[in-house]
């Protein structure tokens, strides 16, 4: 079975910084297209960062020059470090693979998320 567990979450003020990481219980975790996504409360689930298996890339408009995406293929771990955080950021975090690649019955199951709480 795989396994997604997402951490690094937590309750920030405005401008602040958060790292997030998803570790993946998979196999061959470097071939995968992965995404971090969130979702606030009464929204869909949006994308907000890909990266491929080859290590390019993408970002929400939203996000761009904020948010950093990476991996580390070693550790089937990806990140997501999010700087000059604002409350619209406030969601909960999801990873998964990145669905522009995949069909939606090829996503992991969805682990549970870390919340990320941005407030003054």
């Given at each position: 079975q795989v396994q997604l567990?997402?951490?690094g979450g937590g309750l920030v003020q405005p401008g602040e910084s958060l790292r997030?990481?998803?570790a993946a219980s998979v196999d061959r975790?470097?071939?995968y297209h992965m995404a971090w996504y969130r979702?606030?409360?009464g929204n869909q689930r949006k994308l907000v960062a890909g990266i491929t298996g080859g290590g390019s890339t993408n970002y929400a408009d939203s996000v761009k020059g904020r948010f950093t995406i990476s991996r580390d293929n070693a550790k089937s771990t990806m990140y997501l470090q999010m700087n000059s955080l604002k409350p619209d950021d406030t969601a909960v975090y999801y990873c998964n693979r990145d669905d522009r690649y995949y069909s939606f019955?090829?996503?992991f199951p969805w682990g549970q998320g870390t919340q990320v709480t941005v407030s003054s």
């Open positions: 567990v997402e951490s997030l990481s998803c975790f470097s071939i979702q606030a409360p019955t090829d996503l």
